[in-house]
């Protein structure tokens, strides 16, 4: 088993670092650079025109390592890291359409928020109702670090699945806004769940190759994206990996997990509705310089001091181990 983690790690390194020595300049040829938002901070405008849909290169590098190093489990009947592969590229795809609208129109707004809300609910019940009719999922909760489950009625538990879905996808996409910042943040996320893996043993491999591929993957594509940045993610990215951490927490049936181990994509998000929330009930006052919280910090937060691109991405990556092993203990003990 160890051996299948490794070879899934380290393909996936390999295969998305390769790629994206010939990606990046065919995407820089179809002139496929992202338009930045003119309401964010003003030093983000020398980005502008640098080439996005750079998950692409992760996305394939995972597909590559499910079917190589998660065949053998195939041929055994084991397909439940291809219903997730599946499930998270059904949101990369809404998320190229989204980057192909922005690209096409030359400005930083693709698919209306409608419409990309009503595609990632359909693909969220969707993948919850398939995997409840294989038998993958089961409408009970685990409760980490206490032990008990708790027993919910099947349509309360698909409502509750399809929100805690969606919002991680979203989510995932509100941190990805400076350099490097939701891949570091998320390669710890991604740890945890082959780490698990190890933990738990042999029924859950072809999950850990999944994240162990997608691990290797990110790592592969932050060679491009540490800061300064060669290429985006773009929300070709960014929903593909959403979609991928939410189906592995509802895969290793441990959903209520992500309080912890997505503490960083909740400060993000919640920093995000408090600004727009307090903006329209106070008239126009705000509670941070700027939201998301990543920009808050960059614009001298509360404190005066100006967070440059690096420090945010080690601070929010730190900050994603601490709990990613914090998840881990708090889940550790389940099948022991």
């Given at each position: 088993?160890?051996?299948?983690?490794?070879?899934?790690?380290?393909?996936?390194?390999?295969?998305s670092?390769?790629?994206?020595?010939?990606?990046?300049?065919?995407?820089?040829?179809?002139?496929?650079?992202?338009?930045?938002?003119?309401?964010?901070?003003?030093?983000?405008?020398?980005?502008?025109?640098?080439?996005?849909?750079?998950?692409?290169?992760?996305?394939?590098?995972?597909?590559?390592?499910?079917?190589?190093?998660?065949?053998?489990?195939?041929?055994?009947?084991?397909?439940?890291?291809?219903?997730v592969?599946?499930?998270?590229?059904?949101?990369g795809?809404?998320?190229?359409?989204?980057?192909?609208?922005?690209?096409?129109?030359?400005?930083?707004?693709?698919?209306?928020a409608?419409?990309?809300?009503?595609?990632?609910?359909?693909?969220?019940?969707?993948?919850?109702?398939?995997?409840?009719?294989?038998?993958?999922?089961?409408?009970?909760?685990?409760?980490?670090?206490?032990?008990?489950?708790?027993?919910?009625?099947?349509?309360?538990?698909?409502?509750?699945?399809?929100?805690?879905?969606?919002?991680?996808?979203?989510?995932?996409?509100?941190?990805?806004?400076?350099?490097?910042l939701?891949?570091g943040?998320?390669?710890?996320?991604?740890?945890?769940?082959?780490?698990?893996?190890?933990?738990?043993?042999?029924?859950?491999?072809?999950?850990?190759?999944?994240?162990?591929?997608?691990?290797?993957g990110?790592?592969?594509?932050?060679?491009?994206?540490?800061?300064?940045?060669?290429?985006?993610?773009?929300?070709?990215?960014?929903?593909?990996?959403?979609?991928?951490?939410?189906?592995?927490?509802?895969?290793?049936?441990?959903?209520?997990?992500?309080?912890?181990?997505?503490?960083?994509?909740?400060?993000?998000?919640?920093?995000?509705?408090?600004?727009?929330?307090?903006?329209?009930?106070?008239?126009?006052?705000?509670?941070?310089?700027?939201?998301?919280?990543?920009?808050?910090?960059?614009?001298?937060?509360?404190?005066?001091?100006?967070?440059?691109?690096?420090?945010?991405?080690?601070?929010?990556?730190?900050?994603?181990?601490?709990?990613?092993?914090?998840?881990?203990?708090?889940?550790?003990?389940?099948?022991?």
């Amino acid at each position: 088993m160890t051996i299948q983690l490794i070879c899934a790690f380290v393909l996936a390194f390999c295969f998305s670092t390769a790629f994206g020595k010939y990606y990046i300049p065919w995407l820089r040829k179809l002139k496929a650079g992202q338009e930045i938002k003119s309401n964010g901070p003003t030093w983000h405008n020398s980005k502008a025109g640098t080439p996005t849909m750079g998950g692409v290169m992760f996305i394939f590098a995972v597909i590559f390592v499910c079917l190589t190093v998660g065949f053998e489990g195939m041929l055994h009947g084991e397909f439940v890291h291809i219903f997730v592969l599946l499930f998270a590229c059904v949101f990369g795809a809404i998320g190229f359409l989204d980057d192909w609208e922005k690209i096409r129109h030359h400005q930083n707004t693709g698919l209306s928020a409608k419409a990309k809300f009503l595609l990632q609910l359909a693909a969220a019940l969707v993948f919850v109702l398939l995997m409840r009719h294989i038998g993958y999922l089961r409408p009970n909760l685990y409760v980490p670090f206490s032990g008990r489950i708790i027993h919910m009625p099947e349509w309360l538990y698909f409502v509750f699945a399809a929100f805690v879905i969606v919002g991680t996808v979203n989510a995932v996409n509100i941190t990805d806004g400076v350099d490097g910042l939701a891949t570091g943040t998320s390669i710890p996320v991604c740890l945890f769940f082959v780490a698990v893996t190890f933990a738990w043993g042999r029924n859950y491999l072809q999950l850990g190759i999944f994240a162990s591929a997608l691990t290797g993957g990110l790592l592969g594509f932050l060679v491009y994206n540490f800061n300064p940045a060669k290429v985006f993610m773009g929300d070709t990215g960014s929903l593909f990996l959403g979609g991928a951490v939410a189906a592995l927490a509802f895969a290793y049936d441990i959903p209520l997990i992500l309080i912890t181990l997505g503490i960083i994509y909740i400060i993000e998000t919640l920093s995000d509705i408090i600004q727009v929330g307090y903006f329209k009930l106070s008239h126009g006052k705000r509670v941070f310089r700027m939201a998301p919280f990543h920009h808050h910090l960059e614009m001298g937060g509360w404190t005066g001091k100006k967070w440059k691109e690096k420090e945010l991405f080690v601070l929010f990556t730190g900050i994603s181990l601490v709990f990613a092993i914090i998840s881990f203990i708090g889940v550790y003990s389940r099948y022991m």
